[in-house]
Nanobody
Framework: QVQLVESGGGLVQPGGSLSLSCAASGSISSIRAMGWYRQAPGKQRELVALITRDGRTNYADSVKGRFTISMDNLKNTVYLQMNSLKPEDTAVYYC?????????WGQGTQVTVSS
């Protein structure tokens, strides 16, 4: 069993910043990557950013240059720093961890960008 506990999120004005974190626990000895997806109302869930244990990153084009993903390997925690937020970033953000062929998801945290 793998548990993912997310924190962060909330309401912010356009141009503002927010940070998310997600801590993994349980059967996590084989974590090789962690990441974030998001889902806006009426839209499909989409990749935001991924990071591997050795530090390689992958970002959606829409967030490049604004969001930064990082990972603390010792704490099995992934972070997402979101800057210059736009209304179109409004969504539920989900932590994602692939382990041994299975996909694990956090409970989701709401990010709302609005004036």
């Amino acid at each position: 069993q793998v548990q993912l506990v997310e924190s962060g999120g909330g309401l912010v004005q356009p141009g503002g910043s927010l940070s998310l974190s997600c801590a993994a626990s349980g059967s996590i000895s084989s974590i090789r990557a962690m990441g974030w997806y998001r889902q806006a109302p009426g839209k499909q869930r989409e990749l935001v950013a991924l990071i591997t244990r050795d530090g390689r990153t992958n970002y959606a084009d829409s967030v490049k240059g604004r969001f930064t993903i990082s990972m603390d390997n010792l704490k099995n925690t992934v972070y997402l720093q979101m800057n210059s937020l736009k209304p179109e970033d409004t969504a539920v953000y989900y932590c994602y961890v692939p382990i041994a062929g299975a996909d694990y998801w956090g409970q989701g945290t709401q990010v709302t960008v609005s004036s």
